[in-house]
C-alpha cells in the first residue's frame, strides 16, 4: 500500500497519557514490538468500517517543523503527535481511507479539547477538527503546505 492516512494530535499531555486515551477510547489492545523506537506505541482493535483489525502507531510528530520558514509552513507544525492509521491484513487504500475517517470522527467526538488533522499521503489534509470550531473537510487535493494556507489556516491550531 503506497498511501498512508494519519491523524495528527495537538496535546498538551505528555504522549504516553494521549496513547492511553486513544487506546481506552478506541478499546484498543497495546501490542509490543521490538522496533519501537523511544515514544511510539503500538495498538490493535477491531476495524470500524470492514471485518477486521485496525492497527495504529502512535508517535511524537516528526514531520512538523517547530520554526518554518513562511514558505515551508504546515498544516500540521504545532500538532504534537501522530496516529498512523492500517487495516491489519488489507491492501484496500480506499478501506484504510474509511477506516481512518472514522476513527478521526470518533476521537473529535469524544475529546472536544484534542485538535485534530486527518492527512492523505502526508500531502492532503482530509479534514481538521478544533475545539471551539468543530470539524471542517477539505476539498480534494487541498495540501497541507502553504499553498492551501487560507484554506486550512482557520481549521488548526496556530
Same mark, same amino acid.
Given at each position: 500500500?503506497s498511501?498512508?492516512d494519519?491523524i495528527f494530535v495537538?496535546?498538551e499531555?505528555p504522549?504516553?497519557?494521549?496513547?492511553?486515551?486513544?487506546?481506552?477510547?478506541?478499546q484498543?489492545?497495546r501490542?509490543d514490538?521490538p522496533e519501537?523506537?523511544?515514544d511510539?506505541?503500538?495498538?490493535?482493535?477491531?476495524a470500524?468500517t470492514v471485518d477486521?483489525?485496525?492497527?495504529l502507531?502512535?508517535? !511524537?510528530?516528526?514531520?512538523g517543523? $517547530?520554526? &518554518?520558514?513562511?514558505?515551508?509552513?504546515? *498544516?500540521? +507544525?504545532?500538532?504534537?503527535?501522530?496516529?498512523?492509521?492500517?487495516?491489519s491484513?488489507?491492501?484496500?487504500?480506499e478501506?484504510?481511507?474509511?477506516e481512518a475517517?472514522?476513527?478521526?470522527?470518533?476521537l473529535a467526538a469524544?475529546?472536544?479539547?484534542?485538535?485534530?488533522v486527518?492527512?492523505?499521503a502526508?500531502?492532503?489534509?482530509?479534514?481538521?477538527?478544533? !475545539?471551539?470550531?468543530?470539524?471542517h $473537510?477539505f &476539498?480534494?487535493q487541498?495540501?497541507?503546505? *502553504?499553498d +492551501?494556507l487560507d484554506?486550512?489556516?482557520?481549521?488548526?491550531?496556530?
Amino acid at each position: 500500500m503506497s498511501n498512508s492516512d494519519t491523524i495528527f494530535v495537538a496535546a498538551e499531555q505528555p504522549l504516553v497519557a494521549l496513547a492511553g486515551w486513544l487506546a481506552d477510547t478506541l478499546q484498543l489492545e497495546r501490542l509490543d514490538d521490538p522496533e519501537l523506537q523511544a515514544d511510539q506505541y503500538f495498538f490493535r482493535g477491531r476495524a470500524r468500517t470492514v471485518d477486521g483489525r485496525v492497527l495504529l502507531l502512535v508517535g !511524537p510528530n516528526i514531520y512538523g517543523e $517547530s520554526d &518554518p520558514a513562511p514558505e515551508d509552513v504546515s *498544516a500540521i +507544525d504545532r500538532y504534537t503527535g501522530v496516529v498512523d492509521v492500517r487495516i491489519s491484513g488489507s491492501r484496500n487504500e480506499e478501506a484504510q481511507t474509511k477506516e481512518a475517517r472514522a476513527i478521526f470522527d470518533e476521537l473529535a467526538a469524544t475529546q472536544p479539547q484534542v485538535a485534530l488533522v486527518l492527512a492523505k499521503a502526508m500531502s492532503w489534509i482530509v479534514a481538521a477538527y478544533l !475545539p471551539g470550531a468543530g470539524v471542517h $473537510s477539505f &476539498p480534494p487535493q487541498t495540501t497541507l503546505d *502553504a499553498d +492551501d494556507l487560507d484554506a486550512w489556516r482557520p481549521w488548526i491550531v496556530g
